[in-house]
């Protein structure tokens, strides 16, 4: 994905990361992500068509995003979720810094 695509994306990471709950998983956050700027979500898929699997890719440089917010964020453990496709796989816990 282009540098230009995903700091469009990180600019609302902070909006996005104030409207979760205390305790999250990536796999919500990807989802409020991509409800409250799907213009932005979608242009960073767009950059991955070509690629068999172009949900996985974004996502997962989403969710590896979220370690540069430390000032908002701690990373907690990972525990079994649903993903975008409703399929459980492991998701990166967060809980909110002073919360």
Do not use: C
């Not at 230009?4 to 992500?33: C, G, T, W």
């Not at 950059?47 to 995003?65: C, G, L, Y």
């Amino acid at each position: 994905m282009s540098a230009n695509e995903f700091e469009s994306l990180e600019s609302v990471y902070e909006q996005v990361i104030a409207r979760m709950p205390n305790r999250f998983d990536s796999h919500e956050f990807i989802i409020k992500l991509a409800q409250e700027h799907q213009r932005l979500y979608v242009k960073a898929l767009v950059e991955h068509t070509d690629n068999e699997k172009p949900f996985q890719i974004v996502h997962s440089q989403i969710a590896m995003r979220l370690l540069k917010y430390p000032n908002l964020i701690t990373r907690v453990g990972e525990h079994i979720s649903r993903d975008i496709f409703l399929q459980e796989n492991i998701a990166t816990l967060w809980q909110k810094v002073g919360k």
